[in-house]
């Protein structure tokens, strides 16, 4: 598991690319918020301080992973935006992934065999991490492998909700434990009768394993919060996009695609000038980028063609109406002025001599 002063790292599955909350609390992806708090109790009873009593080495270690993976876990799976944001990163990771896939990233664990195959995998998926999660925190000698497990069920899910289809190449020539591909057996005969088959031996030394690769460095705050910007543009929800982009140009502010696709979210929304402002940035930051600089040309050229709505010139703004109307409704007539020789009835008689 590590030493006492250092969190675990799980280099399997979803872990190698993101944290992997769900496999740290194990629960499926698919999990509700009911399941969540039953995933975070199980890890809470297990690695509760009264479990090693006599035993402070191991109780240090469960202190440090309840506190540096399973309560991070247990906050952002149990509020809802910020588990949207982490969704969000993790179906952009993949999407990104199946783009250039490397070699292995289909999972190879026993975890996940025959996973692609069966007919209602998804269904399979769930049962297979509900089976893991109840020996997860039996032992801490084996936590980290089975939270490595989970990890690897995970990766494929998404995977496969993605459509990749890198699991179903058929098979490769049968080999042997150590690689080799087992040689067809040679049949002789003595005296017209099969003798037994006999299997040349191995001509050459067998093949060492291939190394596992070192884990995918994981995303900047910046590149997180750039990512999740670049879906809300795709959902048309620009103004949480330039919020998005402000956290990511705070964090990293010589980064030029962000300014890029911020003055595209301004632009949507009809700000043509704080959109050049940041098409000219980004020209700024990156002017040998010639791919960068053709989608500056091309979205300045938009902002050049985009014309103000036209306000009538007989228009009135509302503030000036309303405050028309309230002063003519203050208006207060006042009461005739009281003559002083006789009134009304002396005016139209005359007065009386």
Known sequence: MGSNSNVPRLNRGLARYETDHFAILGVPLTADSKGIRRGYLQAAKALHPDRFVGDPEGAERANILFAKLVNPANEVLTKERERGEYETVLKMRIKRLLETPPPDLW????????????????????????KLAKEQYSSMETLLEKTEQLSELNLAYLLLKAGYQGSLAPASRTTTATGIPTPSPSRTTVGGIPASPVVAPPSRPPVQPVPTPPP????????????????????????DAVQYLNFAISAEPNVARYYLHRGIAHLKQGNAGMAKADFMQASRLEPA?????????????????????????????????????????QKVVPPPRKEDNGGFLSRLFGRKK
């Open 107 to 130: 999972p190879s664990g026993e975890a996940v065999k025959g996973l692609a195959e069966h007919p209602h995998w998804q269904e399979e998926y769930v049962r297979r991490v509900e």
């Open 289 to 329: 980028n010639a791919e960068l600089m053709a989608e500056v040309r091309r979205w300045m050229q938009q902002v050049t063609t985009q014309q103000p709505v036209p306000v009538p010139k007989d228009s009135v703004p509302p503030t000036r109406v309303a405050s028309r109307q309230t002063s003519q409704a």
């Open 216 to 239: 995918a460095p994981k995303l900047s705050p910046g590149e997180t919060r750039f990512i999740q910007a670049l879906d809300m543009i795709e959902r048309k929800q620009y103004r």
